[in-house]
């Protein structure tokens, strides 16, 4: 139908309508998928990575496993990959399968992970995702968004040697996309605060449009049920990133947001950037897997949240 061709075109820009499903591929030259484990009582995190990219000689996928304790990172390209158009999924060759409530890795042996999400907390129907209003912009260099803001996880991992049960672990996924990574750009997510049902996370990087220089940053939170969304222009957004560490604050009309962290004298793993015309890879993204993270969110002057997080993503990427 001519509609459905014009939806699915405009959609091919990056953009996604009111009320539409960003987890859907879009066509563009990169979907990529990213889920965060964090098991509080055990201090453990994993972190798996899946991207589908397009090339001249056809779709090709990028799988990353990761955990802390002991910085462990696994990856591999795959020759074929796919995205679904209908609803979150996501297949790289043999070695990643997932679905809404399903991650399969398979890195070969001493690099596997198999997980069931129960009781999922997805984004709030909303007109539009983290970004707000810019997701129905086309041909933005990055677009960016946070789905999954809690789950209850039952499965395991294989590390290396270690047989990782993750049954009293909870879930974080978000998808990104868009014609390449930024050359430069901040990320963070925390669960895991002492005595309090929370979820932020928070994204960033320099862009370049026709006349314009920019460096934006949006911020997603979620309250227990509640979640609240930063993003320009309806958001004062202003962030501070370098060897200090990470430091973002966020102002709306009725609450502001202040987020500190640092790599809690712990080394990132290096992870690998795609670089999707090339179908290759580019090891720029330095991540720290459980750095700390503390936030303070206020409803004008009541402070409707205070804590801290030793097991933060955070991450910064740059030139290779």
Known sequence: MPGARLLEAYRRTGADPPFGD???????????????????????????????????????????????????????????????????????????????????????????????????????????????????????????????????????????????????????????????????????????????????????GRIELPGIAAAPTALVLRLGGDVLRFSPPLARMTAAVGEGGWRVTARSARHSVELEGDSAGRAPVLLPVPVPAQRCVEVRSRQYLAGRVSVRVLRRRLTLFAGESALAGLERGGPA
Do not use: M
């Open 22 to 204: 960003p987890r859907r591929a879009h066509g563009l030259e990169l979907e990529g998928y990213y889920w965060r484990l964090t098991d509080a009582a055990a201090g453990r995190v994993v972190v798996a990575l899946g991207a589908v990219c397009r090339s001249p000689r056809g779709d090709w996928g990028l799988v990353a496993l990761a955990g802390h304790p002991g910085g462990y990172v696994r990856w591999a390209l795959t020759e074929t990959a796919r995205a679904d158009p209908a609803r979150l999924g996501v297949v790289a060759g043999d070695a990643l399968a997932a679905s809404a409530d399903r991650l399969r890795v398979d890195l070969g042996p001493g690099a596997r992970l198999d997980v069931r999400f129960s009781r999922p907390i997805g984004w709030p129907r909303a007109a539009f995702g983290a970004l707000g209003a810019a997701h129905a912009l086309p041909g933005l260099p990055q677009y960016w968004h946070p789905h999954l803001l809690g789950a209850r996880v039952r499965g395991e991992a294989r590390l290396g040697d270690d047989r990782v049960d993750l049954s009293s672990a909870t879930a974080y996924a978000e998808k990104n996309w868009g014609p390449s990574f930024s050359e430069h750009w901040w990320w963070g997510q925390a669960q895991a605060f002492d005595g309090a049902d929370a979820c932020v996370a928070f994204a960033g």
